[in-house]
């Protein structure tokens, strides 16, 4: 169990609001969190980000030009404000806002700083630390995480540990090796409607819902779930009335997919099906895509380097497993700027509830972390 003087400290932060979109909140928390490093020996950089807080990069002011340089990353954004959820602990629990996502998180990164700096190894190290993460592929910070990553050799990603099994076993990590990516995109169909009463032909019966009715089956054919490829119509939008025909309906869509080389038969298909309506004289249907997110995919770098981290904590009598993930972090961008350098993810502390008022982080874990995460540094820049 951590001492007191750890747990307050981290409730400190626990306590500062910074939910997402908070633009002040979480720059207050980025002071603090600035105030928390302040003793080592970090030079920090405050970086300006359009319609949104700051993002915090900070670096070593020791390097060694001929070890790999490493990004530790995380993010201060929440969903909800600090006041929602009551601080509290009950047995190994820590409750709180951000408690798991990811606040906890942060707090035992720094703390690993601390101990890498004691021992005289805190060096190569870049720490970014996001304002947005919550946004998805929206992320403002998005092409500022790619044009980092081009600086890094390893890339650790702070979110959360075993995600997949919350309640195994304390001696038991995961790191996540690959994440889905997202292509999201509306369907827009228009027609002319009409009364539902007055028109009784089918051939004069056009209603855009029906045609929305077709095109959603038709989404459903484009996965491939051996792939892991999935199409949702998460919302949809239409109608006037009962008895009215409707003219106009929204479909808000997106596809999940892990493979790049699906991202191209994806959006052939959703050509084709624009294009299966293009002769209607009465129906006008229209695919937009919005925002994607390439995928974190595991290549042969990185599984070589999961077999050094699955030794490492071995000696640690860490149980540790690979752990794919279905929805997108920061870790996909970071892919998308280098794909070249190893990104793993996942190497946060544990917890539960995440993006709900119920959320907590398991105290016991935020040593493990430090441990493990200390570990895992200390060889990539002592050998």
Same mark, same amino acid.
């Given at each position: 169990?951590?001492?007191?003087?750890?747990?307050?400290?981290?409730?400190?932060?626990?306590?500062? $609001?910074?939910?997402?979109?908070?633009?002040?909140?979480?720059?207050?928390?980025?002071?603090?969190?600035?105030?928390?490093?302040?003793?080592?020996?970090? !030079?920090?950089?405050?970086?300006?980000?359009?319609?949104?807080?700051?993002?915090?990069?900070?670096?070593?002011?020791?390097?060694?030009?001929?070890?790999?340089?490493?990004?530790?990353?995380?993010?201060?954004?929440?969903?909800?404000?600090?006041?929602?959820?009551?601080?509290?602990?009950?047995?190994?629990?820590?409750?709180?806002?951000?408690?798991?996502?990811?606040?906890?998180?942060?707090?035992?990164?720094?703390?690993?700083?601390?101990?890498?700096?004691?021992?005289?190894?805190?060096?190569?190290?870049?720490?970014?630390?996001?304002?947005?993460?919550?946004?998805? +592929?929206?992320?403002?910070?998005?092409?500022?995480?790619?044009?980092?990553?081009?600086?890094?050799?390893?890339?650790?990603?702070?979110?959360?540990?075993?995600?997949?099994?919350?309640?195994?076993?304390?001696?038991?990590?995961?790191?996540?090796?690959?994440? $889905?990516?997202?292509?999201?995109?509306?369907?827009?169909?228009?027609?002319?409607?009409?009364?539902?009463?007055?028109?009784?032909?089918?051939?004069?019966?056009?209603?855009?819902?029906?045609?929305?009715?077709?095109?959603?089956? !038709?989404? !459903?054919?484009?996965?491939?779930?051996?792939?892991?490829?999935?199409?949702?119509?998460?919302?949809?939008?239409?109608?006037?009335?009962?008895?009215?025909?409707?003219?106009?309906?929204?479909?808000?869509?997106?596809?999940?997919?892990?493979?790049?080389?699906?991202?191209?038969?994806?959006?052939?298909?959703?050509?084709?099906?624009?294009?299966?309506?293009?002769?209607?004289?009465?129906?006008?249907?229209?695919?937009? !895509?919005?925002?994607?997110?390439? +995928?974190?995919?595991?290549?042969?770098?990185?599984?070589?380097?999961?077999?050094?981290?699955?030794?490492?904590?071995?000696?640690?009598?860490?149980?540790?497993?690979?752990?794919?993930?279905?929805?997108?972090?920061?870790?996909?961008?970071?892919?998308?700027?280098?794909?070249?350098?190893?990104?793993?993810?996942?190497?946060?502390?544990?917890?539960?509830?995440?993006? $709900?008022?119920?959320?907590?982080?398991?105290?016991?874990?935020?040593?493990?972390?430090?441990?493990?995460?200390?570990?895992?540094?200390?060889?990539?820049? $002592?050998?």
């Amino acid at each position: 169990m951590q001492n007191n003087k750890n747990l307050d400290e981290l409730i400190e932060l626990l306590e500062a $609001t910074s939910q997402h979109g908070d633009k002040n909140g979480i720059n207050k928390v980025i002071e603090k969190v600035i105030y928390m490093m302040s003793d080592l020996p970090i !030079e920090f950089e405050r970086k300006k980000i359009d319609n949104c807080a700051n993002f915090l990069i900070g670096r070593t002011k020791r390097n060694d030009p001929d070890k790999p340089m490493i990004i530790l990353s995380g993010h201060l954004d929440v969903i909800f404000p600090a006041e929602d959820i009551k601080i509290r602990i009950e047995g190994n629990k820590l409750f709180g806002s951000g408690a798991q996502d990811m606040k906890g998180c942060v707090f035992s990164l720094i703390k690993t700083l601390r101990d890498l700096n004691s021992k005289g190894l805190l060096k190569n190290i870049i720490i970014v630390l996001s304002p947005a993460e919550e946004s998805g +592929p929206l992320n403002p910070a998005r092409k500022l995480i790619q044009t980092l990553a081009k600086e890094a050799d390893y890339i650790f990603v702070f979110e959360s540990t075993l995600d997949s099994e919350p309640n195994s076993k304390l001696n038991k990590r995961s790191v996540v090796l690959s994440r $889905t990516g997202i292509l999201q995109f509306d369907i827009n169909i228009e027609g002319p409607g009409g009364h539902s009463g007055v028109l009784s032909k089918k051939e004069l019966r056009h209603s855009t819902n029906i045609i929305a009715a077709e095109i959603i089956l !038709e989404l !459903e054919k484009l996965a491939d779930y051996e792939k892991l490829t999935t199409l949702n119509v998460g919302k949809i939008e239409d109608g006037r009335a009962r008895n009215v025909l409707s003219d106009s309906t929204k479909l808000e869509c997106e596809a999940r997919i892990v493979e790049k080389a699906e991202f191209s038969r994806i959006r052939a298909g959703l050509k084709l099906l624009e294009k299966k309506y293009s002769d209607n004289n009465y129906i006008d249907v229209k695919i937009q !895509e919005l925002e994607s997110c390439g +995928p974190l995919t595991r290549n042969s770098k990185k599984q070589n380097y999961f077999k050094s981290m699955l030794s490492t904590a071995k000696e640690m009598g860490i149980e540790l497993i690979d752990e794919h993930r279905s929805g997108g972090s920061e870790g996909n961008y970071f892919e998308e700027g280098n794909p070249d350098s190893i990104i793993i993810d996942g190497m946060g502390i544990r917890g539960d509830g995440q993006h $709900t008022k119920n959320e907590y982080l398991l105290i016991d874990s935020i040593e493990q972390t430090n441990k493990f995460l200390f570990k895992i540094i200390e060889k990539l820049i $002592t050998s």
